[in-house]
């Protein structure tokens, strides 16, 4: 079984300071790991994903994140947020053992970023 | 470049009506094909996903179907609709054959209203 929990609802950071939305997950092998963001009415973006190798994942618009094997952790941040990041982001997980991309995704924290 | 497309992006029907949403992808053959539902804007809910046409398995027994009529197209369907099966339905698709670290690309959604 694999799970995952995004442990706050909503974040809110001031513009310029650096930001970081959390995600812990749970999985029996070994996980693949993603960060979507969403804004309001669309569909999910790809943000970035931990596969295996370097620990710290670059992806789109300045973002990375950083995977902890020991604390089962894949933390999204950014070093300088901007207001224009505020929307829902999702961490979702998969086994490394799950058939056609079944991934479990988290309820989703919602960033607000204050001029 | 892939693109996905989903219609209608706004929907509302009366309890009791039949649903159809279509889902289409292009600049890929045979991906993978998936319906989630999103509640509340919060956590994403695995409806179906399909390997194949005619390949569809499901993940949570409720009052929706699917249906994959060609190789990159993915419906979803009701015969009669009840107040629970509003929110907004995302479709998404991955690559063919991919394994698990494959990444879920998502359409613009459908937000639907069960009145």
């Known amino acids: 079984a694999q799970s995952v929990a995004q442990p706050e609802d909503q974040v809110n950071v001031a513009e310029g300071n650096p930001l970081t939305v959390k995600c812990t997950y749970s999985?029996?092998?070994?996980?693949?790991l993603f960060w979507y963001v969403q804004y309001p009415n669309r569909g999910l973006q790809f943000l970035l994903k931990?596969?295996?190798?370097?620990?710290l994942v670059k992806g789109s618009y300045g973002f990375e994140a950083e995977f902890n094997k020991s604390q089962t952790s894949f933390h999204l941040k950014k070093p300088s947020a901007l207001v224009s990041d505020s929307a829902l982001y999702f961490c979702a997980v998969r086994d490394q053992g799950t058939n056609a991309g079944k991934s479990t995704f988290g309820d989703g924290t919602t960033l607000t970023v204050k001029p | 470049s892939q693109t996905i497309h989903q219609w209608p992006a706004t929907l509302v029907q009366p309890v009791g009506s039949p649903l159809s949403l279509e889902c289409t992808v292009e600049?890929?053959?045979?991906?993978?094909l998936y319906w989630y539902r999103q509640a509340a804007g919060r956590g994403l809910q695995l409806l179906f996903y399909?390997?194949?046409?005619?390949?569809i398995s499901s993940e949570v027994p409720q009052n929706l179907s699917a249906s994959r009529p060609q190789d990159r197209q993915f419906i979803l369907s009701s015969k009669k609709l009840l107040l629970s099966d509003s929110g907004f339905y995302l479709c998404?698709?991955?690559?063919?054959?991919?394994?698990?670290?494959?990444?879920?690309?998502f359409g613009p959604g459908t937000r639907l209203t069960v009145l």
């Open positions: 931990y596969i295996t190798g370097d620990n």
């Open positions: 998404a698709w991955s690559v063919s054959g991919g394994g698990a670290a494959d990444t879920q690309y």
């Open positions: 999985v029996s092998g070994n996980p693949y």
């Open positions: 399909s390997i194949g046409i005619d390949q």
């Open positions: 600049g890929t053959s045979n991906p993978n």
